[in-house]
T-cell receptor, first 113, second 112 residues
Protein backbone atom coordinates (compact mmCIF):
# COMPACT_ATOMS: atom_id res chain seq x y z
CA UNK A 1 0.00 0.00 0.00
CA UNK A 2 1.21 3.49 -0.82
CA UNK A 3 2.26 5.66 2.11
CA UNK A 4 0.86 8.81 0.48
CA UNK A 5 -2.36 8.28 -1.47
CA UNK A 6 -3.98 10.83 -3.74
CA UNK A 7 -7.52 10.65 -5.09
CA UNK A 8 -8.63 10.91 -7.79
CA UNK A 9 -5.67 10.05 -10.01
CA UNK A 10 -7.25 11.74 -13.00
CA UNK A 11 -10.04 14.28 -13.32
CA UNK A 12 -11.51 16.18 -16.23
CA UNK A 13 -13.96 18.93 -15.45
CA UNK A 14 -15.38 22.18 -16.77
CA UNK A 15 -14.55 25.78 -16.06
CA UNK A 16 -16.36 27.12 -13.01
CA UNK A 17 -16.79 23.78 -11.27
CA UNK A 18 -15.68 23.17 -7.70
CA UNK A 19 -13.03 20.48 -7.40
CA UNK A 20 -11.59 18.74 -4.37
CA UNK A 21 -8.42 16.68 -4.41
CA UNK A 22 -7.75 14.40 -1.47
CA UNK A 23 -4.52 13.27 0.11
CA UNK A 24 -4.12 10.74 2.87
CA UNK A 25 -0.98 9.36 4.48
CA UNK A 26 -0.05 6.42 6.67
CA UNK A 27 3.43 7.68 7.54
CA UNK A 28 2.36 9.48 10.71
CA UNK A 29 3.96 12.71 9.53
CA UNK A 30 2.87 16.07 10.92
CA UNK A 31 3.71 18.13 7.84
CA UNK A 32 1.79 17.97 4.57
CA UNK A 33 2.16 19.93 1.35
CA UNK A 34 0.38 20.52 -1.95
CA UNK A 35 2.33 21.26 -5.14
CA UNK A 36 1.43 21.75 -8.76
CA UNK A 37 3.69 20.71 -11.61
CA UNK A 38 3.72 22.35 -15.01
CA UNK A 39 6.06 21.39 -17.88
CA UNK A 40 9.39 23.21 -17.60
CA UNK A 41 8.56 24.79 -14.24
CA UNK A 42 9.27 22.03 -11.79
CA UNK A 43 7.04 21.80 -8.71
CA UNK A 44 5.63 24.90 -7.06
CA UNK A 45 4.21 25.00 -3.55
CA UNK A 46 0.52 25.88 -3.22
CA UNK A 47 -0.21 25.38 0.50
CA UNK A 48 1.33 23.56 3.43
CA UNK A 49 0.34 22.49 6.92
CA UNK A 50 2.45 21.67 9.96
CA UNK A 51 -0.35 20.24 12.06
CA UNK A 52 -4.10 19.74 12.21
CA UNK A 53 -5.87 23.02 11.37
CA UNK A 54 -2.57 24.77 10.63
CA UNK A 55 -2.65 26.31 7.15
CA UNK A 56 0.07 28.30 5.38
CA UNK A 57 0.18 29.84 1.92
CA UNK A 58 2.84 28.76 -0.48
CA UNK A 59 4.19 30.37 -3.61
CA UNK A 60 0.99 30.12 -5.71
CA UNK A 61 -2.02 29.93 -3.39
CA UNK A 62 -4.42 32.21 -5.33
CA UNK A 63 -7.45 30.29 -6.58
CA UNK A 64 -6.91 27.40 -4.16
CA UNK A 65 -7.91 26.53 -0.60
CA UNK A 66 -7.00 23.65 1.70
CA UNK A 67 -8.33 21.86 4.75
CA UNK A 68 -6.45 19.86 7.40
CA UNK A 69 -9.02 18.36 9.75
CA UNK A 70 -6.99 15.28 10.67
CA UNK A 71 -3.28 14.49 10.83
CA UNK A 72 -3.53 11.95 8.03
CA UNK A 73 -5.58 14.00 5.58
CA UNK A 74 -4.97 17.20 3.63
CA UNK A 75 -7.42 18.26 0.92
CA UNK A 76 -6.99 20.82 -1.82
CA UNK A 77 -9.97 22.66 -3.32
CA UNK A 78 -10.43 24.71 -6.43
CA UNK A 79 -13.54 26.77 -5.70
CA UNK A 80 -14.15 27.76 -9.31
CA UNK A 81 -11.79 25.97 -11.65
CA UNK A 82 -10.23 27.79 -14.61
CA UNK A 83 -8.31 26.33 -17.57
CA UNK A 84 -4.88 27.58 -16.42
CA UNK A 85 -5.26 25.37 -13.35
CA UNK A 86 -4.82 22.38 -15.61
CA UNK A 87 -1.73 20.66 -14.20
CA UNK A 88 -0.36 17.73 -12.26
CA UNK A 89 -0.97 18.09 -8.52
CA UNK A 90 1.17 16.38 -5.90
CA UNK A 91 0.75 15.92 -2.20
CA UNK A 92 3.80 15.40 0.00
CA UNK A 93 4.48 14.69 3.67
CA UNK A 94 7.46 15.04 5.95
CA UNK A 95 8.41 14.45 9.54
CA UNK A 96 8.63 17.59 11.67
CA UNK A 97 12.12 16.98 13.08
CA UNK A 98 14.82 19.04 11.38
CA UNK A 99 15.05 19.24 7.61
CA UNK A 100 13.44 15.93 6.78
CA UNK A 101 12.89 15.00 3.11
CA UNK A 102 9.41 15.14 1.69
CA UNK A 103 7.70 12.00 0.38
CA UNK A 104 5.32 12.37 -2.53
CA UNK A 105 2.11 10.75 -3.68
CA UNK A 106 1.66 9.64 -7.29
CA UNK A 107 -0.20 12.77 -8.30
CA UNK A 108 -3.55 13.84 -9.68
CA UNK A 109 -3.77 14.85 -13.33
CA UNK A 110 -6.39 17.60 -13.51
CA UNK A 111 -7.76 18.98 -16.77
CA UNK A 112 -10.06 21.99 -16.82
CA UNK A 113 -11.97 22.43 -20.08
CA UNK B 1 10.20 33.99 -5.58
CA UNK B 2 13.32 31.98 -5.00
CA UNK B 3 14.51 29.88 -7.87
CA UNK B 4 16.94 27.13 -8.52
CA UNK B 5 18.59 26.97 -11.91
CA UNK B 6 18.94 23.38 -12.98
CA UNK B 7 20.88 22.31 -16.05
CA UNK B 8 20.79 20.83 -18.50
CA UNK B 9 17.04 20.81 -19.21
CA UNK B 10 17.34 17.55 -21.15
CA UNK B 11 19.94 14.96 -22.04
CA UNK B 12 20.00 12.22 -24.66
CA UNK B 13 22.74 9.72 -23.99
CA UNK B 14 23.87 6.24 -24.92
CA UNK B 15 23.58 3.40 -22.46
CA UNK B 16 26.81 3.09 -20.50
CA UNK B 17 27.65 6.78 -20.55
CA UNK B 18 28.07 8.86 -17.43
CA UNK B 19 25.69 11.74 -16.73
CA UNK B 20 26.15 14.96 -14.79
CA UNK B 21 23.56 17.58 -13.88
CA UNK B 22 23.67 20.50 -11.48
CA UNK B 23 21.68 23.13 -9.66
CA UNK B 24 22.69 26.62 -8.66
CA UNK B 25 21.00 29.25 -6.53
CA UNK B 26 21.56 32.85 -5.53
CA UNK B 27 20.75 31.98 -1.92
CA UNK B 28 22.07 29.52 0.63
CA UNK B 29 20.33 26.27 1.50
CA UNK B 30 20.78 24.01 4.54
CA UNK B 31 19.76 20.86 2.70
CA UNK B 32 19.93 19.73 -0.91
CA UNK B 33 17.77 16.90 -2.19
CA UNK B 34 17.71 15.03 -5.47
CA UNK B 35 14.52 13.36 -6.70
CA UNK B 36 13.64 11.23 -9.72
CA UNK B 37 10.22 11.23 -11.34
CA UNK B 38 8.99 8.55 -13.72
CA UNK B 39 5.88 8.88 -15.90
CA UNK B 40 2.66 8.60 -13.91
CA UNK B 41 4.41 8.72 -10.57
CA UNK B 42 5.44 11.25 -7.97
CA UNK B 43 9.04 12.28 -7.32
CA UNK B 44 11.05 9.69 -5.41
CA UNK B 45 13.93 10.73 -3.18
CA UNK B 46 17.35 9.61 -4.42
CA UNK B 47 19.85 11.41 -2.21
CA UNK B 48 19.69 13.92 0.65
CA UNK B 49 22.66 16.17 1.50
CA UNK B 50 22.90 17.98 4.83
CA UNK B 51 26.40 19.47 5.07
CA UNK B 52 28.41 21.79 2.86
CA UNK B 53 30.99 19.76 0.98
CA UNK B 54 29.20 16.47 1.66
CA UNK B 55 29.61 13.83 -1.04
CA UNK B 56 27.07 10.99 -0.91
CA UNK B 57 26.56 7.94 -3.09
CA UNK B 58 23.55 5.73 -3.70
CA UNK B 59 24.59 2.90 -6.00
CA UNK B 60 25.61 4.45 -9.33
CA UNK B 61 24.45 7.88 -8.19
CA UNK B 62 26.72 10.41 -6.51
CA UNK B 63 25.70 13.86 -5.32
CA UNK B 64 27.59 16.68 -3.68
CA UNK B 65 26.55 19.65 -1.56
CA UNK B 66 28.57 22.63 -2.77
CA UNK B 67 30.98 24.36 -0.39
CA UNK B 68 29.22 27.70 -0.83
CA UNK B 69 25.85 25.98 -0.04
CA UNK B 70 24.48 27.57 -3.21
CA UNK B 71 24.89 24.61 -5.53
CA UNK B 72 24.75 20.85 -5.88
CA UNK B 73 25.44 18.30 -8.57
CA UNK B 74 24.28 14.77 -9.33
CA UNK B 75 26.31 12.24 -11.31
CA UNK B 76 25.04 8.95 -12.69
CA UNK B 77 27.68 6.49 -13.76
CA UNK B 78 27.30 3.81 -16.44
CA UNK B 79 23.71 4.76 -17.31
CA UNK B 80 21.13 2.08 -18.05
CA UNK B 81 17.69 2.35 -19.74
CA UNK B 82 15.83 2.38 -16.41
CA UNK B 83 17.59 5.64 -15.51
CA UNK B 84 15.15 7.38 -17.86
CA UNK B 85 13.05 10.00 -16.12
CA UNK B 86 13.05 13.57 -14.88
CA UNK B 87 15.55 14.45 -12.17
CA UNK B 88 14.82 17.34 -9.83
CA UNK B 89 17.04 19.11 -7.38
CA UNK B 90 15.43 20.80 -4.39
CA UNK B 91 16.82 23.15 -1.76
CA UNK B 92 15.55 23.42 1.79
CA UNK B 93 16.07 26.05 4.49
CA UNK B 94 15.67 25.12 8.14
CA UNK B 95 14.02 28.37 9.22
CA UNK B 96 11.40 28.01 6.49
CA UNK B 97 9.95 24.92 8.10
CA UNK B 98 11.05 22.40 5.55
CA UNK B 99 9.63 24.07 2.46
CA UNK B 100 11.31 22.92 -0.72
CA UNK B 101 12.33 25.03 -3.69
CA UNK B 102 12.59 22.89 -6.82
CA UNK B 103 14.71 23.19 -9.91
CA UNK B 104 13.02 22.97 -13.31
CA UNK B 105 14.13 19.37 -13.83
CA UNK B 106 16.49 17.51 -16.15
CA UNK B 107 14.81 15.05 -18.50
CA UNK B 108 17.09 12.10 -19.15
CA UNK B 109 16.73 9.78 -22.14
CA UNK B 110 18.97 6.71 -22.46
CA UNK B 111 19.35 4.94 -25.77
CA UNK B 112 20.05 1.21 -25.45
Amino acid sequence: DADVTQTPRNRITKTGKRIMLECSQTKGHDRMYWYRQDPGLGLRLIYYSFDVKDINKGEISDGYSVSRQAQAKFSLSLESAIPNQTALYFCATSDSSGNQPQHFGDGTRLSIL
Amino acid sequence: GQQLNQSPQSMFIQEGEDVSMNCTSSSIFNTWLWYKQEPGEGPVLLIALYKAGELTSNGRLTAQFGITRKDSFLNISASIPSDVGIYFCAGQKTYQGGKLIFGQGTELSVKP
